[in-house]
Structures are given as C-alpha cells and as structure tokens.
C-alpha cells in the first residue's frame, strides 16, 4: 500500500450564482503520495484552483460548496472538520502558496510581522521574541538576504521574486507536511522562476513536505513532478507519472495541449498545432465527453451524454475513456 | 529587404522626483543606449526580464513616451521630436497591440465601436464603408461579424485579443508593436493567436516588434531576436543563431532558465542567481556582471560598453566580463 498523504474521491465543488448553481469540479479523485509532487495542469477555469481551494476549505463564502466527495488528508476528512477545527490544520499542516504574492501579502503589515503572526496564531509555547527568531531562521532559509533587515520591510520594497520568497517562508514556517501552491511561479520572470522551483525542490527534500503544484505551464510540470493530473472543464481527463504522460500522452486534450506549446527546438514560424475553440460554459456543460466539441472528432449524441469514466489503462496511467478522445491503440 | 524603423543610441529617462519642492533628484534609465531596426515584413523579438525597459522601448517606438535623446526613423522620416500633427498620419502605419485585452478594451463600448474608432481619428470612409470593414476585420481574425454588437467582457481572453489585433490591423498598418501578445493567454489558445498574427504578417506584409518574456515564443515568430538587459540591448541575432551559439552570459543564463516540457531532460547549468538591478542606481561596471559577480567584472568599471558585430548579423554587447572573445 502507497503512503498516501492525501486522497481525495469524488470531489464535487459548486458555486451559487443569479443563473443559479454551476458545478466547478465535477467528481475529481486522486492521490498524493507522501513525500511526492503532484502536478495539477489545465487552462484556467478547469477547476484546478476550485480543487485547491475545496482541500483548504477556503472557498469564497457565502457561494462555494463541497456538495459530495471525500478529502482525506492523514487520514481524517477534510470535508466533515468544522470550521474552528481547520484553523488548526490551516498553516500549521497544509499550507498554501499563491500566484500573486502582491495581493496575498498584507500591504501595510511589515514582512516579518506577516510572518512571526503564523508562529504567535499556533505555537502558544512562542513569545514574541522566538516568533522573531524563528522568522528569521525561516526567511534565510528560503535564500532572502540580509533578513533582519528584510524583517523590517513591506511587499512593495520587495522585488518579486523575494516577495514570492517571503510567502513561501510564510508558508513552510511551521513544517507543514502538505503545500499547494497554486500557479507559484506564473507571474514571475524565467529566471526568478528558475530559481523560485529549484527552492521548492531542495526545502521539499530536506523538509519532506509533499506538494500539490497547480500550474498551466508544462514545462514547470516537466521539471518538478512525479505525477500530473490533467484537468479539463471541471473533470480529469488523464493521469499518469511524469515521464509516461509526456512519453505516451493517451487522451486527445493531452495530446493537443503538449502539441500547441512552441518549441526552443521547433521550426520558426510554422504553423502551431492548435485545440480550437474555447471551453465550453459553465452554464451549458455537456455530461458527456466535455472535450468532444473541441476534439475536432465527430462525437456521437450518446458520447456526448454518458460521462467517460476515469480508467486505469496501464499501471498508474489513468485515463477518460471517451471512445473518441481515448482510442487505444 | 529596406528599414522600416530604424532606432539610433535611443535613451528614454524618467526623472525620479523628491525632496519637499519635487525637483527632479535622480533619473530612471529605462532604455539606455538602444540602436536597432526592422525591415520590412521582418518580426524582430525584443526578450528580457521585467523592468528591462523592453516595454518603455516599443512606446517609445509608437511615440506615446517621448524619448530623452536618440533618434526614431520610420520609413526614413525623423519622427523623435514630430509634432502631435506630424505624427498623427503616420500613426495610422504604426500601430499596438497589448498584453491585458481586458484593460486595453474599452468595457463601455461595443466591438463595433472599438474597431470603428481608428477609421474615425483618421476620417476615412462613410458610415457604411466603416460598417462593412469591421465586418471584414472580424471575419479576418476569426471572430463573426453577429460579435460586433458585443461588448469585451462577453468574450473569452483568447476572442479579446482577437478584437485587439483588429483594431491594430484596421488601418493596414506597417508596423505593429506586440508587448506580449499571448501572455495573458491558455497555451492553447495562445498557440491560435500566434497562427493568426503569422498569417496575417504573411497577407499583409507587417513588421512586428515582438516583446516578450518567453522565449520559446520569441523564437517561434521572430526572424531576429534582440536580448535586453537594464536598458540597453546586450545581444542581437538571427532568431535561429542566437538559440544555437549565444555570445552573452546573459542570453546564455535566460535559455538555461527556460523549464523544457520533457521530463527525461534534466538542467545541467547552475540557475542565475539575484534580480534585475534597479535602474536609477545601476551598478558602476556591466550590469550583468555585478549580478553574476563575474571574475572579471572589476574590468568592466568605468568603461563605456556598446555593442559590436562579431559574426554578420550577430551584434553582442563589448562587455569584457560577460562575453568571451
């Protein structure tokens, strides 16, 4: 039996709106491995961040629901924790990193004071005094320099790629053994990039923490995970270790998605392959294969009503079995 | 193959005011030093990090920043110092295209509305004439002319950006400045609009100024690609020999950056360390340098660095600490 750390089944997140309720992840299910870095790709609004919002129970009130599903984080289901009982796991054993640590940070709070906060909330054993310290201890550690004086500062005397620094020292302040970071490097320069996963990487190795990384970017997908879920219109559509998805992408969302990104190694400006259209609304989803009217496949009324189901073709590669999207060779 | 724009020691800089009267104490050095063109029908990418002044130079290129000193020629004509009456008709042959469709779009009026508006300025056409050549230009960028009565947020960003190149082809343009096109947008809708923008280079025999950040972009659409780094271009190449055999630390250490969408390949190199230095107190010597605390960096100070050509077409930065010879 793997050491899950995190397993979620059947994930069914809605929202409230004027044209009443709209299902944003309909019936997601995987695992995270302890100790591993699940890769969570799609375009936006496939419900990749719905997904990372619905673990951390931070959907936007009074609208986001969990309607049905399991989260099982260690064990215990988040889904069932009330709400007093999550500010405990909050932080303290899953933390997030977000994708614009200009609006995550608080403007008019100093660095540090952000930080020691996480410390003060949940060590009662910390003064303010070992709050500082530990602070200090954490923002050297993710490679800020001159930390006491970086203490002192506020986000906008930051660049960003220190900014990004500071939450994701914020976020790891107190070990956490899960961390979604959600598109962490996607407002960032390549470089800052670069540097921001190859942080991530050595704290996860000395740390052991497991990360669900959330990204539409799959290069970043490549260099950091040993597993990706691909997500498309609020389902998954494909799942598989790193190496086998790029190797032997099955489902034709997969294959349209590795094909449109230019490549350093391609020829210049030759046509790109494309996945035309859009993704359907919320509003007017098929059940069905969600991918059909894009696929550019001819779809049978019945495919685009009776929902594939999610199959293990080959050991660990999951795949939706839409007779179309999906055809074995 | 003749200059369409033609850039020469171009310098844009902003003056940082302080103290109690708001004098100007300081200058930010946005673009410091630029000499470049583009010919006709030729793309030309313009990379670097945020806050190179790769955004500041293609303004300064349309005019809407009016450069400090340095000179801007478009089809031969002088146009850094012309007048707002002398360059309203040439605005018509150059035109933008932005990063953000959603703030670059007027949300109160309808598509039509936005497109039409370049054919006012200009006074060209009757009403119907206008009417039928919006048409035209949204059936041209994939768009039905049924969207015209639209307005912005009815559509999604990959359709927006759709509605920003019509507006920046409406008057047949020559030239048109891209500051990143396609970063705001799904890899699969971002792959749509670079088939589009290749077509119509292709139909209507346009110039781009292609900026962005990701290269593999850059590489993809460019015929030439200029590498900026703190104001002033480090590296200048066709797009092909600048991927193949980079001169500069700096273009070196961004391709290395690039996160490759194979799993089986690992990054071999060290990633560049430290961010871009602030642009009213650069560091003495090379920029670059300083960041990288090169060996030789101490050589760099105090020396005036411009750029030479070491191959035909192959321009790299006269740096001694960041360019090997």
């Known amino acids: 039996m793997p050491d899950n750390i995190l397993e979620i089944r059947n994930l069914v997140t809605a929202f409230d709106t004027e044209g009443g309720q709209l299902t944003a992840v309909d019936g997601v299910s995987f695992e995270v491995e302890r100790g591993t870095t699940l890769g969570v790709v799609g375009e936006s609004g496939c419900g990749k961040s719905v997904t990372a919002l619905s673990i951390m129970r931070l959907l936007p009130q009074p609208m986001g629901h969990i309607l049905d599903g399991e989260i099982r984080f260690e064990g215990v289901d988040l889904t069932k924790v009330p709400a007093d009982g999550m500010h405990e796991i909050r932080g303290a054993k899953i933390s997030m990193i977000f994708q614009e640590p200009m609006t995550a940070l608080n403007p008019v709070h100093r660095i540090g004071r952000q930080i020691s906060e996480v410390f003060l909330l949940h060590r009662k054993d910390m003064d303010k005094k070992a709050a500082w310290k530990a602070s200090i201890d954490i923002l050297e550690k993710v490679g800020i320099p001159s930390p006491e004086i970086r203490y002192g500062e506020y986000p906008h005397q930051l660049s960003g790629g220190m900014r990004q620094r500071a939450m994701i020292a914020m976020a790891l302040a107190l070990k956490p053994s899960l961390v ?3 598109e ?70 997969t294959r349209g998605l590795l094909h449109s990104i ?30 059909g009217a894009r696929s550019g496949i001819e779809h049978t009324a019945e495919e685009l009503t009776r929902r594939p189901q999610l199959e293990e073709v080959s050991p660990g590669h999951w795949v939706a079995t839409c007779p179309k999207c999906y055809q074995p060779e | 193959m003749s200059k369409l724009l033609e850039i020469k020691n171009l310098k844009m800089h902003f003056p940082v005011k302080g103290g109690v009267l708001l004098r100007a104490i300081d200058s930010c050095k946005a673009v410091d030093g630029v000499s470049l063109h583009i010919e006709e029908g030729e793309t ?21 920043n009016d450069p400090t000193s340095g000179e801007v020629h478009f089809e031969g004509q002088d146009i850094t110092h012309a007048s707002r009456k002398t360059i309203l008709p040439l605005r018509r042959d150059m035109q933008m295209i932005f990063q953000d469709p959603a703030e670059s779009l007027n949300s109160r009026h309808t598509v039509r509305n936005i497109i039409e508006e370049p054919f006012i300025i200009h006074k060209i056409g009757t009403r119907a004439d206008r009417q039928k050549r919006v048409d035209e230009l949204l059936e041209k960028v994939g768009l039905s002319p049924a969207a015209a009565s639209r307005f912005p947020f009815e559509f999604s960003g990959g359709q927006r950006q759709r ?5 920046a082809i409406a008057l047949n343009p020559k030239l048109v400045v891209c500051d990143e096109p396609v970063s705001a947008l799904d890899v699969s809708v971002q792959s749509q609009v670079l088939n589009l923008m290749l077509d119509l280079q292709r139909d209507m025999g346009l110039s781009y100024l292609f900026i962005a950040h990701d290269l593999a972009v850059v590489k993809h659409v460019s ?7 703190l104001g002033k271009i480090v590296e200048l190449a066709g797009a092909d020999e600048i991927y193949q055999n980079p001169r500069h630390a700096y273009t070196k250490a961004l391709l290395e950056a690039i996160p490759v969408p194979d799993p089986t390949k690992k990054r071999e190199h060290p990633i ?36 030479e050509e070491i191959e035909p077409g192959h321009w790299v930065s006269t740096c001694p600490c960041c360019v090997e010879r």
């Open chain 1, 184 to 253: 962490p490097t996607t407002a960032l320069d390549v470089t800052v990039q670069a540097q921001i996963l190859n942080l991530m990487s050595d704290l996860q190795k000395e740390m052991g923490m497991s990360i669900v990384l959330i990204t539409h970017d799959l290069g970043v997908i490549a260099e950091t995970c040993d597993e990706v879920v691909v997500m498309y219109a609020g389902r998954i559509v494909e799942r598989a270790p790193v190496k086998e998805l790029f190797a032997n992408p099955l489902h034709a969302y």
């Open chain 1, 262 to 291: 230019p490549r350093l190694d391609g020829k210049r400006k030759t046509r790109l392959n494309t996945i035309e259209g859009n993704v359907p609304a919320l509003k007017d989803m098929p059940d069905g294969c969600r991918f």
């Open chain 2, 44 to 64: 030309l990418g313009l990379v670097g990090e945020s806050g190179c002044g790769k955004s500041t130079l293609g303004k300064c290129v349309v005019r809407l």
């Open chain 1, 180 to 182: 979604i970071a959600d």
């Open chain 2, 272 to 307: 560049l360390e430290g961010d871009v230095p602030s642009p009213i107190h650069p560091p003495e010597g090379c920029a670059f340098g300083h960041r990288v605390q090169a060996p030789k960096y101490h050589e760099s100070i105090g020396q005036e660095i411009g750029i």
């Open chain 2, 223 to 229: 015929d030439r690609v200029a590498v900026m780094y």
């Open chain 2, 163 to 167: 509605i920003g190149i019509a507006r």
